[in-house]
T-cell receptor
Framework: DQQVKQNSPSLSVQEGRISILNCDYT??????FLWYKKYPAEGPTFLIS?????DKNEDGRFTVFLNKSAKHLSLHIVPSQPGDSAVYFC????????????FGKGTHLIIQP | DAGVIQSPRHEVTEMGQEVTLRCKPI?????LFWYRQTMMRGLELLIY????????DSGMPEDRFSAKMPNASFSTLKIQPSEPRDSAVYFC?????????????FGQGTRLTVV
């Protein structure tokens, strides 16, 4: 039973355009959400996060949007750059405690020149 | 800090053998997590420690899996006996505090192949 779902295994975007990665969750107890980026043969690295009390968080080219009523969040990257090609994992935490992260299966973003 | 350090990077072993994966968390971090990544299930939390004490091991798949954290700078994940279905990438991660507002830092992972 996947509590965090990333329904697009891969996404191809042209360089300079906007990349939108989507994530849905089922557990209403999740109160903090994170995006991780992963290059081949490396561990995931933290990218950006958002608390459930907010609906938007922005950091440079990266913006995360949260729609609590729809249990949906998205990561926007604009403009997309070749170095953004990686696997992006959506993750969530519940209860405010260190329960570890519940991850989606990831979306492979490919930025085409 | 060098980040979370895992060893070995790659491990190939025969079915039935014991496998030990090692992790050195970031100094000062008091939470340590072990994750497993497979194509079928993505990234799964196996177990986590707080101040060297195992808090939740409900993600450990079977009794063949065990984890220890003898001190704040070292943890092991052991599989005995190993089976082909254990083949995966195993990640260790650490964080300064648990819960919201703190991201976990991951090691580079150990790719385990059981033949």
């Amino acid at each position: 039973d996947q509590q965090v779902k990333q329904n697009s295994p891969s996404l191809s975007v042209q360089e300079g355009r906007i990349s939108i990665l989507n994530c849905d969750y089922t557990n209403s107890m999740f109160d903090y959400f994170l995006w991780y980026k992963k290059y081949p043969a490396e561990g995931p690295t933290f990218l950006i996060s958002i608390s459930s009390i907010k609906d938007k968080n922005e950091d440079g080219r990266f913006t995360v949007f949260l729609n609590k009523s729809a249990k949906h969040l998205s990561l926007h990257i604009v403009p997309s750059q070749p170095g953004d090609s990686a696997v992006y994992f959506c993750a969530a935490i519940s209860g405010g405690g260190a329960d570890g992260l519940t991850f989606g299966k990831g979306t492979h973003l490919i930025i085409q020149p | 800090d060098a980040g979370v350090i895992q060893s070995p990077r790659h491990e190939v072993t025969e079915m039935g053998q014991e496998v030990t994966l090692r992790c050195k968390p970031i100094s000062g971090h008091d939470y340590l997590f072990w994750y497993r990544q497979t194509m079928m299930r993505g990234l799964e939390l196996l177990i986590y420690f707080n101040n060297n004490v195992p808090i939740d091991d409900s993600g450990m798949p079977e009794d063949r899996f065990s984890a220890k954290m003898p001190n704040a700078s070292f943890s092991t994940l052991k599989i005995q006996p190993s089976e082909p279905r254990d083949s995966a990438v195993y990640f260790c991660a650490s964080s300064l505090t648990g819960g919201t507002g703190t991201e976990a830092f991951f090691g580079q992972g150990t790719r385990l192949t059981v033949v």
